[in-house]
């Protein structure tokens, strides 16, 4: 007995060479030829398929919800990775990350282009280049933010994250948040490849996502 996508139950017997499908409650059995199709009230369409006298089953439902995802696969498209070096002890490791997790799918060394800029507030004026021009697919932010004894982290914050945003509202190509906005030094670096994983890698991950989401639409 096998469960069909739309919830129906489709029970098959392959030497009476019957099927009986129970949709709602209602039993319906028909004779299997080869090859044979039927279309179901509710817009699906049953397909029994015989070969090598091993029985397979096709199910088709065409009044289903289209449904795109994205599949973690670099493509044959070209990622921009902009890193900030304020605090290039911590975004060197995401940006390691981040070109390690792109060439484990896929990614060859000309499909990568790396800018470093100053400072974070300086990431989202060079992203923004990068994705209006037309040759990247995604486009990578990395940066590292740490609370210091100022309220100059809440306005590197918040002015990063806008920024980020607002690529994603004016360009086609994804811009990829991957800044870290932490408290202290110990929580920057477990998130950069120790007991948190590596947000370079998280960032890529999406961006290859992000991309080919992008490319079926």
Same mark, same amino acid.
């Given at each position: ?13 392959? %030497? *009476? ?13 028909? %004779? ?65 990350? *981040?070109? $390690?997790?792109? +060439? ?23 992203? %923004? ?19 210091? +004894? ?8 918040? +002015? ?5 945003? +607002?690529?994603?509202? $004016?360009? $086609?190509?994804? =811009? ?13 670096? $477990? ?9 370079? =890698?998280?960032? =890529? ?13």
């Amino acid at each position: 007995m096998v469960r069909c996508l739309t919830g129906a139950w489709l029970l098959f017997f392959w %030497k *009476a060479a019957t099927y009986s499908l129970i949709i709602d409650g209602c039993q319906v059995v028909r %004779k299997l030829v080869e090859a044979s199709s039927y279309r179901l009230s509710n817009g699906a369409r049953f397909c029994g398929i015989l070969g090598n006298g091993t029985p397979r089953i096709v199910w088709r439902n065409e009044g289903m919800i289209k449904e795109i995802k994205g599949s973690v696969t670099a493509g044959k498209g070209s990622y921009a990775i902009v890193v900030s070096r304020f605090n290039e002890f911590i975004t060197s490791k995401l940006l390691a990350g *981040a070109i $390690d997790c792109l +060439q484990r799918h896929g990614a060859s060394d000309e499909q990568i282009s790396v800018v470093w800029v100053p400072g974070a507030c300086e990431l989202t004026q060079v992203a %923004k280049k990068l994705a209006q021009s037309g040759k990247y697919v995604a486009v990578i932010c990395l940066g590292a933010v740490i609370r210091g +004894q100022t309220g100059h982290y809440d306005y590197v914050c918040q +002015q990063v994250v806008r920024g980020i945003g +607002q690529i994603n509202y $004016d360009s $086609d190509v994804p =811009a990829i948040f991957g800044v870290l906005t932490c408290e202290t030094l110990e929580h920057a670096v $477990d998130r950069a490849g120790t007991k948190m994983g590596n947000a370079g =890698a998280d960032a =890529a991950r999406t961006a290859m996502e992000a991309a080919n989401v992008n490319e079926q639409i």
